[in-house]
């Protein structure tokens, strides 16, 4: 017979009265028969609440389970999608390199002279029809919002005067003010791409950043000796 069937059935309280010595002819008339019974209904009202208590923990357990198998598939999915933006970056930087648009010793007192230079090297790679426009466009937007941070720079912009996705890494050891709370820019990487072109800017944008946080990135780069180091360290996920 099962517990809780066994409870209802009242034998348990009189088989409690019997331990106290009362014949179970004479237990039903007990007074103290509704005690017991009292307390054996509390007993059982207590194991249906733990029985539903426990029911309700494994399905909240069940339902982390699913979140965290979800948050997996996400990061994975972001983790795949973020080495072929990698990829892109690395390709693209490779093309720079070879249109000599990685400068170690950016020339210039100013944020608006340390873009000149850089823009400078947009527009004789031939990727770019006017320095002055191209200049004016990422100051406009520089304009918006600075985007120093923790000693880079990544001054952006789309333009007119563009013609395609460009990349330009700039290293100014001196450090030069993009608007950041805590300190001055050595690294700084301008990124411009055409106005009607697509989003491929934000993306190189997006994948910069995520390696931009890397101390040891910065470090490497802050340690290049030459063009051909940056290179390798902005292209030395590319095949992960």
Not at 26 to 41: F, G, H, I, S, Y
Not at 50 to 67: P, Q, V, Y
Not at 146 to 155: D, M, S
Not at 164 to 180: C, E, L, N, T, W
């Amino acid at each position: 017979m099962p517990v809780h069937t066994f409870l209802r059935s009242g034998l348990a309280a009189v088989l409690a009265l019997a331990l106290l010595g009362v014949e179970p002819a004479a237990a039903a008339q007990d007074p103290r028969l509704k005690k017991v019974e009292a307390q054996v209904a509390d007993l059982e009202s207590k194991a249906e609440s733990a029985a539903e208590d426990w029911n309700a923990a494994r399905m909240k357990l069940r339902a982390s389970e699913l979140r965290v198998a979800a948050l997996k598939r996400k990061a994975s999915t972001e983790r795949a999608a973020f080495n072929a933006v990698a990829k892109d970056l690395g390709r693209l930087v490779a093309a720079m390199y070879k249109s000599g648009m990685i400068d170690l010793d950016v020339q210039g007192e100013t944020k608006t002279d340390v873009i000149q230079s850089l823009a400078a090297r947009v527009v004789a790679a031939g990727r770019a029809s006017s320095l002055e426009g191209l200049v004016a466009d990422v100051l406009a937007r520089e304009a918006i919002a600075p985007t120093g941070f923790e000693g880079v720079a990544i001054p952006h912009a789309r333009s007119a005067h563009c013609s395609a996705a460009s990349v330009v890494v700039g290293r100014r050891k001196g450090g030069i003010d993009f608007g950041a709370d805590d300190g001055d820019a050595n690294l700084i990487f301008m990124i411009v791409a055409p106005a009607d072109g697509d989003d491929a800017h934000l993306t190189i944008l997006a994948a910069l950043a995520r390696r931009i946080i890397d101390e040891d990135f910065r470090a490497a780069l802050l340690n290049a000796t030459n063009a051909a180091d940056v290179l390798a360290v902005l292209t030395q996920g590319d095949t992960e």
